[in-house]
């Protein structure tokens, strides 16, 4: 079983950067693929990125493609998403995801095991 803390929301202005951080315990980080989800007031939670478990693959939503960088560091137990160029429809509670896995990746909400309690992004314009 893995526990997952995410870290670095905040408020700010279109155009501006964050990054955010999941922290993961366990000695078995290494063994998930993790992800990266958003959810929007009202709004259904979506997928933003996934990262398997060696940092080798990568994949994004249409939506952040070209302005969000997801990377894992697996000596530090960390998975991070930089979030550059940022729009007001960025805005949403970001949750880092983690699923025991061979070395895929995984863009839909059920395919993941574990979830933390979300971080919130706000951009304002």
């Known amino acids: 079983q893995v526990q997952l803390v995410e870290s670095g929301g905040g408020l700010v202005q279109a155009g501006g950067s964050l990054r955010l951080s999941c922290a993961a315990s366990?000695?078995?980080?290494?063994?998930?693929?993790m992800g990266w989800f958003r959810q929007a007031p009202g709004k259904e939670r979506e997928f933003v990125a996934t990262i398997n478990r060696n940092g080798g693959r990568t994949y994004y939503a249409d939506s952040v493609r070209g302005r969000f960088t997801i990377s894992r560091d697996n000596d530090k137990n960390t998975v991070n998403l930089g979030l550059n160029s940022l729009k007001p429809e960025d805005t949403a509670t970001y949750y880092c995801a983690a699923r025991s896995d061979n070395n895929g990746v995984y863009v839909r909400n059920y395919q993941y095991d574990y979830w933390g309690q979300g971080t919130r992004v706000t951009v304002s314009s």
């Open positions: 366990g000695r078995t980080f290494s063994s998930y693929a």
